[in-house]
């Protein structure tokens, strides 16, 4: 691997091969999404203990100021919404030129493997990678599932995974399921946890990733279940200390509890 490419994995995937990722991509297709109707605001508490955004380069440009050094991988696929016919229907919206113009350290896109257009989104990902390897830019693949939520098993996504691999992704970034360690275990290359749609307690959070994690992910690409939170700080300061520290749920929940009450305290002073 050369030099550039070596280089940019390393400044999201941090020296322990871990990573805490964050994602406020999500109004490329959703619009103002909740909770992220102002990224800009949204995120702020939360950059301290990001190791990357994963961001458009519309949000990028107008919510994050320039001079923050925090890593950006940049969204660069696109095309859809959620009232459009079919959210797999995706092409590539961003090019490198602008990847390299904004000092992206990775690009990421979605793959929707089974869809009407498997086919058009694997091209996508094979052309991507032919640009972005000319210039040593990391892909990071999204195995996307669209609304179909329930297609999330290991049979399913240790396919997709393997799959964007093989096409060249340096990183895939995956939904959690049972007997995670079949998707990661067939995929060559670093998988990172998706979190979807909000669970119901930080608990539930804190259990899935931490599985994930024993499984053999390196890390999450996270964003409802954090910032969607009534507590955004606590949780990811307590899935930090899953991903970085090898913690346990119960310290995770210790250190959201512990977190909670220092904010509340401070509210109250
Ligand atoms: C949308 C994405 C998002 O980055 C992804 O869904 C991660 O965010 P969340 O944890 O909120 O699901 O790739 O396709």
Redesign the pocket.
């Known amino acids: 691997m050369d030099w550039g490419m070596k280089n940019r994995l390393s400044r999201i995937i941090k020296p322990n091969g871990r990573c805490m990722l964050m994602?406020i991509?999500?109004g490329y297709?959703q619009g103002p999404t909740s909770k992220l109707e102002k990224p800009g605001e949204t995120i702020k508490q939360l950059l301290p203990y990001s190791d990357a955004l994963?961001v458009t380069r519309g949000v990028l440009r107008a919510c994050v100021s320039p001079a923050e050094t925090i890593p950006i991988i940049l969204r660069v696929s696109g095309g859809t919404s959620m009232v459009g016919k079919d959210l797999a229907n995706e092409t590539i919206t961003t090019s490198i030129e602008e990847a390299v113009r904004l000092n992206a350290s990775a690009v990421g896109m979605?793959v929707f493997i089974g869809s009407d257009y498997e086919h058009q989104t694997l091209s996508n990902l094979g052309n991507l990678v032919n640009e972005a390897e000319r210039y040593g830019i990391p892909v990071m693949a999204?195995t996307?599932v669209g609304r179909e939520l329930e297609k999330r098993d290991a049979r399913y996504l240790g396919l997709c995974c393997r799959i964007a691999a093989e096409i060249g992704a340096k990183v895939v970034?995956t939904y959690w399921c049972e007997d995670f360690d079949k998707v990661v275990n067939g995929c060559p290359v670093p998988v990172v946890i998706?979190?979807?749609?909000k669970v119901d307690t930080e608990r539930e959070v804190f259990e899935f990733v931490h599985d994930g994690m024993q499984r053999g992910a390196i890390g999450v690409?996270?964003?409802?279940?954090i910032w969607q939170s009534p507590h955004p700080v606590p949780t990811i300061r307590a899935l930090r200390h899953i991903i970085h520290e090898n913690g346990t749920v119960a310290q995770a929940l210790n250190i959201f509890n512990s977190v909670k009450n220092e904010e509340r305290k401070t509210i109250e002073v």
């Open positions: 994602p991509d999500h297709f994963f979605s999204v996307a970034k998706a979190g979807g749609p690409n996270l964003g409802r279940n």
